[in-house]
């Protein structure tokens, strides 16, 4: 947020509470939440079950380090639960932060180590793709995609290097899916050959990306990938911080696309943003190597919250919804849904250039002109007006620049996507572009 914001003539909504998919702001007004938070209330706004698992462990120990000489209990069940999640991605060990940032900067970490226990210590370097986001702190900024996170913070961290995304609306190749994901994936393997493979740790993407557009890559794109880590022996890292737990239509985005990474990160979700807490997950090639009496098997790394037992205590109880719920399965229905009724309105309204997703985890994508795909800038007014008339009709939805993103709890309904749908129909036509 610019440090202007809550100065202007008409400051943003002063959220004070929530419930299910509705939250309320202080002066009275409800609005159906499109964000979910920031793509993290996965469960839902208020749920009892989380709040009481919450209070329950604050009665009985509030906090006490994870650091070598100690441990708490719902750190230990967490992990055991998600361990037991994972077992078609193959994980064995689990670390814990405080959000994404710390999740991912976690597995350059581990990566890095990694090489150095096996003998490799030259494997230092790490790709990424245009458009990813992974985070803010310097080494996961380092791994972002797009200048506009990093040009007030340059230089960034030696030793990251980005390569082009498969973004089927946006790329100077091709129209066809499959020969983009061949072509992006070629791309990749030859900046790995470039940079030569006895210096690269590992490549890092999100299984879709969020904050860089939704962009959703072809079904052949992450199994080429994981190929191409294998032929070279480098490891495979998934943010799935935005994607893990169900947003994306499947409990891991990875398993929409039936890929084993060796790394995954998770966050948002997790807690369903109740209370801050990220969890970084290695399979039993990297955690074996830890098992050695290198001394480089020591992990010199971690939080003051690492595990913390009120946050750990609130992802049980989260997951738990997300399993009993079969919220997944709810993410990929409801979202076919709301993607199908938003390429009818796309039909009526010539400012929507592109409508896409998976799971609940939706752009639509604003243009100037259909037939060129020019973009809406930053200085453009449009989109900010667009998403000005939601917020004003009751739907809290988030702009990117020309995207507006739709990110709902994913307990979402039909009848939700109805009435955003019949809202966002009446914005477009108050503002004919």
Not at 321 to 349: C, I, P
Request: net charge neutral; glycine share 8%; hydrophobic share 40%.
């Amino acid at each position: 947020m610019q440090p202007t914001a809550l100065a202007r003539e008409a400051p943003p909504p002063v959220i004070i509470s929530g419930d299910g998919v509705t939250i309320r702001d202080a002066q009275g007004r409800e609005f159906i939440d499109c964000q979910g938070g920031l793509w993290c209330v996965n469960a839902g706004h208020n749920r009892t079950e989380i709040k009481d698992a919450i209070v329950a462990q604050l009665n009985r120990l509030q906090y006490y380090t994870n650091f070598p000489g100690s441990v708490n209990e719902p750190s230990l069940e967490l992990s055991r639960k998600l361990i037991e999640i994972t077992q078609p991605e193959g994980m064995r060990k689990v670390m814990y932060g405080s959000g994404g940032s710390d999740a991912n900067e976690s597995a350059f970490k581990i990566a890095r180590q990694y090489w150095k226990l096996v003998g490799k210590p030259g494997k230092i370097k790490f790709i990424s793709l245009k458009n990813g986001y992974h985070g803010l702190h310097f080494g996961t900024m380092s791994a972002c995609g797009a200048n506009a996170w990093k040009a007030s913070y340059e230089p960034m961290v030696p030793g990251f290097f980005q390569v082009e995304s498969p973004h089927v609306y946006r790329n100077p190749f091709t129209e066809d899916p499959e020969a983009l994901s061949a072509l992006c994936a070629t791309l990749l393997e030859r900046e790995l050959e470039y940079q030569t493979p006895d210096t690269i740790a590992a490549v890092i993407a999100e299984p879709i990306q969020g904050a860089g557009g939704v962009i959703v890559p072809p079904a052949s794109y992450w199994p080429r990938l994981r190929e191409i880590c294998d032929r070279h022996d480098v490891l495979l890292i998934a943010d799935e911080v935005i994607t893990g737990l169900g947003r994306s239509g499947s409990l891991f985005g990875v398993r929409g696309w039936a890929v084993k990474p060796d790394i995954m990160c998770l966050a948002k979700g997790l807690t369903s943003g109740y209370i801050p807490l990220s969890a970084t997950l290695m399979n039993d090639r990297i955690a074996s190597a830890f098992d050695s009496m290198s001394p480089h098997s020591v992990f010199m790394h971690g939080y003051t919250y690492s595990g913390h037992p009120v946050a750990c205590a609130a992802g049980l109880a989260s997951i738990d919804l997300v399993l009993k719920e079969k919220l997944s399965e709810n993410s990929a229905d409801v979202g076919e849904y709301f993607l199908s009724r938003l390429k009818s309105l796309q039909t009526r309204h010539r400012a929507i250039g592109d409508v896409r997703g998976k799971g609940l985890m939706i752009a639509i994508e604003l243009v100037k002109n259909r037939e060129t795909k020019e973009p809406f800038t930053p200085f453009d007014a449009y989109p900010g007006q667009i998403s000005e008339g939601c917020v004003a009709s009751g739907v809290m939805i988030r702009t990117i620049v020309n995207k507006l993103i739709i990110s709902p709890p994913l307990t979402f309904t039909r009848d939700h996507v109805d009435q955003v749908v019949n809202v966002l129909d009446q914005v477009f036509s108050a503002h004919p572009f």
